[in-house]
C-alpha cells in the first residue's frame, strides 16, 4: 500500500473516533530507543526508516518531526509523499505542540495508541494548547486496523549473563534498589525500561534488534517481585531459578491490571517520562505517586569493576576485528569492487571470528564518501554503492560480546586525500583527543566538558548537529542515560556529574553535504584520578583500541600535547593489538600507530 | 562591645521573643552585594567583615556561613569568639537549612529581620525542616536593639547619567519593561534590586560604597511609575524633570503599604529570590504573583552599542592607570619602603588624574606573597605589610568612571621568581587567554566554557574555589547577572546563554595558602561573529588593556597558539596605551609587551 492510501484509511477512522489529530510516535510500549518490528508503526505509516521520529496526521495534513541525525534521509524517504518533513531544532521549524496549537480548533481529541506515549509527552502538548479545551484519548492503536500484516509480538528466548560478568547479583541488585524505595518510602516500584529490567536480572533476551532485552514489566514490593512477561521466553530451569528467589511470573498483557489494583493508601515510584501513559494512568487515584527517575538509571550507568573489567576484554576483541577490517578495507579498495554491503559482511565475518561474539548492538553504518555526512546512514541493497581508492568511508559500528559492548567509529582514507579533507580530519582528531585527555574535578558533567571537544571545530566556524557523546549499556542498549557530553541539556532534563565506572562514547564528527562525513569515536571509561586538596579528581581512560588513520592527519596542526595524547594512544594500541594478530597485519599496525613527529 | 556580650544580649532578647533561632544574613532590604554601614547587622554581630556571610545563633551556640572566597578572612576574623566557622560547600559542612533542622525542637520560632532575607530562602529552610512545624517570624529586627550606635541609612544627592552615555532614555527603556509586562500580562511590577532602578531610571547615587545606586523601590504600572525613595536625595530640577516625565515619588519607607493596597484581581511581577520577605508577604491575597526573575536583569546586562564603546573607552584610561601602577611599583619596590595601603593609594592617584575617573569600584586587593593567597583580601592598617623585590604582588582593582566600569587583576613579578612561580603563572595565563580566545555557537552558557579557563590548572592536580568570571554592571555594580562562566549553576539558578553585549569577567587563579597566590583577569565582552549554516558564531573581545607580566611566563610551556594569542593582545595594549603614556613608561611598556618566541 502506499503511504497516501494508508493515510487515507487513518483519516477514516480518525472520523470515525471524531478524532482531528492522531498522533504515531516511534515507540513501543517500554520508550525503547530502538524498537521491534511489531512496533514500527510510524515507519510503516510514513515511509521513513530511522529510529527516531513522530507523525502528526491531521485531518488535511501531515508531518513528521526527526531530529539532525536522519534529517537527510527523512528527505529522501518522505520525498514524492503527502508528510511535510519537520526539522526538530532549526529555526522556524514549530514544535509538535505549537504545530498542534495553530493547527488545531477548539474542543479537538487528540487520538495515540496510548501505550507508546508517555505522560510527560502529553503534557507538554496540553500546557501549549491550553485554553483550548484539548482532549485526549489513548485507548486504540487506528495503524493496527490498517495494517493488516504487521507481525507478531516477539517471543525470543532469555538468557542469564553469568555473575562472573554482570557483577553483582540479582539478589543483591535488588536489594539496593529496596534500600533506595525505603529512602523515598515508596511501597512500589513500577519498571517498565526493558534495560533496567535485564540488568537487575541479570537476563538478555532477543526481542528488540541490537538491544539483547526482552519484552517485560516489573513491579517490586518489600515483600514481591513480580514479573510481567510472556512466560513460554524462559526455560524451565530458568523458571524454577527464579521461583526460588522469590520471583512471580504473569502473563505481559496483565500490568495494566496489577497497576490498576495497586492497594489504596500506598505510594508508587514511576517516572512519568518513560512509563507509558496507558499504564500511568492506570495507578488507582488512592494511590500517590512519586515522579522521578527509577533508581536503575544510575546504578545501571555506573559499571562494577567486574563489568569495567569485562568491558576492556571486550573492546581488544573487538579492536582486533576494527583493525583488521580496517586493514582489509585500505589494501581491498584498489584491487577489486568493494561495496559499502559488502564491507559490513565482511566486518561481521572478522567480528564472528572473535570469542564470545553475540550480534551488532547496532546497525553499521558503512558510508562511502557522500554517504558519510548522513549522519545515521545505514547502507542498504538500494543505497549501496561500489568504493573507489580516494575520498572518505566512514565506518561507525559496534558489537555485544559476551563481556561487553562497544561502539566505534573510525573514518578511512580510501587512497590520496586533498589538503581539505585532510584538514577537517585533522580537527576532528584534535577534538576527540581534547576531550579523551580531560581531567577534572568531581561534580562536572559531560554538560561542562563538551566544549573541549567542539572547540577546534568551532575555530573553523564549523559544528556538529548531534551530541558529542552518549552513554553505553554492558550488553544492553549501545545509547544510554544519564550521563552525556553535550553543551545543551534537553529541557527538563538535568546534567548528571560523571563518576567513576560510567563509560561515555566521545565522538566528534564534520559533516558536509552531497561531499563527506568525518566523525571519530572513541568510548571512554571515567576513572578516579589523584584525591588531593582541591578534591577528588577524575580522568577518561580509552576502552576502545583501534588506531586513527595517520594518512588523514596533518600533524602542523596539532599541537605538542596533542601529538603526545595520539603517540601515547597508538603506542597502547599496538602494544595491546599486535599479539593477536597475524603476521602481515602486525607489520601494517606497526606503520600506523608509528610515531608521529 | 565583645562579640560574645553582643551575643548573649540578642540571646536574652530571643528568649523574650521566644525565637529558638535568630539568622542575621549580610542583605540590605534590597539583596544588594555590597550594603550601606547601617545594615551591616552581620559584621556588627560577629565581627567578620567580608561581604557573604550568614549567622545563625541559637540558644547555646552561633555558627557563621561564608563562601571560599572568606575562608581564610573569616578564620581569622572569628578567632576567639563562640562562633563556629562553617565553610559553605567544603564536605561534611552543613547547609544552614541542615543545621537548624539537626538543631532545632519542634515548633520552634525562627526570628530575622524580615526585610533582610527572600521568601526563597526561607523556603530552603521550611523544605528542610518540614514535619518540624517551625514557623517564622520576621516582625522585629532584634539587632537594632543591641546597636546603639548604628549609622544613620544613607542618604546621598542623586545624579543623572547623560543618555548620550546611557544609549537608551528613561522612556525607552520603560516602554520596552512594559512591553515585557504586557507579554506575560503583569499589571504591576516591583522592582527592589538598587542597580536595575538606576539602570532603568538612567540616574546614580551614592548609598553604597563602590556601587553607584541610590535607596529605593519601584513600582510600575501600564499607567504609574512610582519611586519610593528618600525625596532629599534629587535636587530641584531632577524632580521636576522626573515630574515632567510621569515619576511618581513618595517616601521610601511607604512601600509596605502601597504594595499592601495592590487592586484586587490584578497580577503582580517580582522575584520572591530578589524582593524582601516582609514586602513579598505584604502582596495581599487577592493580588496573583507572577514569581520570575525581573526582566531588567537580562535587559541591564546585554549593553547597548553606547555603552559598549563607552567601556571600551573608560578600559583604555583605566589601562593606562593600571600601567602606570604596574610600572611604578616593579620599579620602585626595590628602592625604597613600599607597602600595601600605600601602593593601593598610589594607584588611586594614578586612577584619579584619568578623565571622567568616579570611585573604586570595590575595594581594592593589593596583596603581597602569602595576603595573594586570601581570594578576598583587603590591606588595612593591621593587616599592611611592606613589599620587597621577590616573590608576587596581586592586584585586583576596579574603578567606575563617567562612562563605564572596570575590574582587572594582575599579579606582578616583584623580583626573579622560583621556576614553581612561574610555572604556576604560566598554567594560570593558559586558562585566561584560551577561555578568552573562544569561539562558539550562539546557546553556549558560560556554564559550557567555563572548563577551558580550568583546564591547564585541572591537568595539574589544581583548581580554584570560585568561579571564573561574573557580569559587570556599567556604573553599577561590579558584579552582576545574569550570565558567568562557572561550570556549577547554583541550585534553582539556570545557565543563561552569553549575548552580543554581555560583559564577563575572565579570571582564573591559583592559591597556595601561607605562600603567594596569582589572578589574572580580564573584562571581555560578548561580540557576534561569522553567521553560516553551522549557525550564529560568537566570540569575546578583551576590553582590559594592561599588559601580563613576561618576567612571570614560561613560554615553554605554552603552545604555539597560546604564544600567539598572547603577542597579539600585547601588541594591541602597546598600539592603545602608548600614545597616552610618558617616554619613560612607553619604553618600559613595549619591553613589556615585545612579542614572546
Known amino acids: 500500500m502506499r503511504t497516501d492510501e494508508k493515510l487515507t484509511q487513518l483519516r477514516a477512522l480518525m472520523k470515525e473516533k471524531a478524532f482531528y489529530a492522531y498522533i504515531i510516535p516511534s515507540d513501543d510500549f517500554h520508550s525503547s530507543e530502538y524498537v521491534g518490528r511489531y512496533f514500527k508503526a510510524r515507519e510503516y505509516m510514513s515511509g521513513f526508516t ?43 521549524v514549530p514544535k509538535i505542540e505549537e504545530y ?20 510527560r509527552f502529553l503534557e507538554t502538548i496540553r500546557e501549549k494548547t491550553d485554553g483550548k479545551q484539548i482532549t485526549f484519548d489513548g485507548s486504540e492503536d487506528l495503524v493496527n486496523r490498517i495494517w493488516t500484516d504487521r507481525p507478531p509480538l516477539s517471543k525470543e528466548q532469555v538468557w542469564e549473563l553469568d555473575v562472573k560478568y554482570a557483577g553483582r547479583s540479582r539478589a543483591q541488585k535488588i536489594r539496593e534498589v529496596r534500600e533506595k524505595m525505603q529512602e523515598e518510602k515508596a511501597d512500589q516500584l513500577l519498571v517498565t525500561a526493558l534495560d533496567e529490567i535485564a540488568w537487575l536480572f541479570n537476563l538478555r533476551g532477543g526481542d528488540i534488534a541490537y538491544t539483547p532485552v526482552f519484552l517485560s514489566y516489573l513491579l517490586l514490593t518489600k515483600e ?27 502473563p505481559y498483557e496483565e500490568i495494566g491490571q496489577a497497576v490498576g489494583s495497586m492497594p489504596a493508601g500506598t505510594k508508587v515510584w514511576l517516572d512519568s517520562g518513560a512509563v507509558n501513559y496507558r499504564l500511568t494512568e492506570s495507578v488507582p487515584e488512592t ?27 571486550a573492546h581488544v576483541k573487538d579492536g582486533v576485528a576494527v583493525t583488521r577490517f580496517i586493514h582489509w578495507l585500505k589494501t581491498s579498495v584498489s584491487r577489486g569492487p568493494v561495496t559499502e554491503v559488502g564491507a559490513a559482511r565482511k566486518l561481521e565475518t572478522f567480528r564472528s571470528q572473535m570469542e564470545g561474539y553475540l550480534e551488532p548492538s547496532f546497525s553499521s553504518i558503512i558510508a562511502y564518501g557522500p554517504h558519510g555526512a548522513i549522519v545515521h546512514y545505514a547502507p542498504t541493497q538500494e543505497s549501496d554503492v561500489e568504493m573507489k581508492a580516494e575520498s572518505f568511508c566512514l565506518a561507525d559500528v559496534g558489537g555485544h560480546y559476551q563481556d561487553g559492548t562497544t561502539d566505534i567509529t573510525r573514518t578511512i582514507a580510501l587512497g590520496e586525500l586533498t589538503e581539505e579533507e585532510k584538514r577537517y580530519y585533522t580537527a576532528v582528531l584534535r577534538g576527540n583527543l581534547t576531550l579523551s585527555a580531560a581531567k577534572f574535578v568531581e561534580g562536572v558533567s559531560g554538560q561542562n566538558l563538551d566544549v573541549l571537544a567542539r572547540t577546534p571545530l568551532w575555530e573553523m566556524g564549523m559544528d556538529y548537529n548531534h551530541g558529542t557523546g552518549h552513554g553505553v549499556g554492558y550488553i544492553l542498549g549501545v545509547h544510554e542515560g544519564p550521563q552525556r557530553f553535550h553543551w545543551r541539556t534537553a529541557p527538563g532534563t538535568k546534567s548528571v556529574p560523571l563518576e567513576e565506572g560510567m563509560i561515555v562514547s566521545d565522538e566528534p564528527g564534520v559533516y558536509l553535504e552531497g561531499r563527506f562525513g568525518i566523525r571519530l569515536e572513541n568510548l571512554v571509561l571515567c576513572r578516579r584520578g589523584e584525591k588531593n586538596e582541591y578534591g577528588q579528581f577524575l580522568y577518561l581512560e580509552p576502552l576502545t583500541m583501534v588506531p586513527f588513520d595517520r594518512e588523514a592527519i596533518l600533524p602542523e596542526l596539532m599541537s605538542e600535547k596533542e601529538l603526545a595524547w595520539l603517540n601515547a594512544y597508538h603506542q597502547k594500541v599496538y602494544e595491546t593489538l599486535s599479539p593477536c594478530l597475524e603476521e602481515e597485519e602486525r607489520g601494517w599496525l606497526r606503520e600506523m600507530t608509528a610515531r608521529i613527529e
Open 50 to 92: 530511522g529510529s527516531a521520529g513522530t507523525l502528526v496526521v491531521l485531518p488535511d495534513k501531515a508531518a513528521l518531526w526527526t531530529d539532525g541525525r536522519y534529517f537527510l534521509q527523512a528527505g529522501e524517504q518522505l520525498k514524492g509523499s503527502t508528510i511535510e518533513l519537520m526539522r526538530s531544532g532549526q529555526p522556524d
Open 224 to 250: 514481591q517481585i513480580t514479573l510481567f512477561v510472556h512466560r513460554e521466553i524462559f526455560s524451565a530451569q530458568l523458571l524454577e531459578k527464579l521461583g526460588q528467589e522469590g520471583v512471580t511470573i504473569r
Open 100 to 119: 498542534l496549537y495553530e493547527n488545531l480548533p477548539d474542543k479537538a481529541v487528540i487520538g495515540f495508541d496510548g501505550r507508546t506515549v508517555t505522560k
Open 287 to 313: 494511590v500517590e505517586i512519586l515522579d522521578q527517575e527509577s533508581p536503575i538509571v544510575l546504578m545501571k550507568a555506573v559499571k562494577s569493576p567486574e563489568e569495567m573489567e569485562h568491558m576492556r576484554a
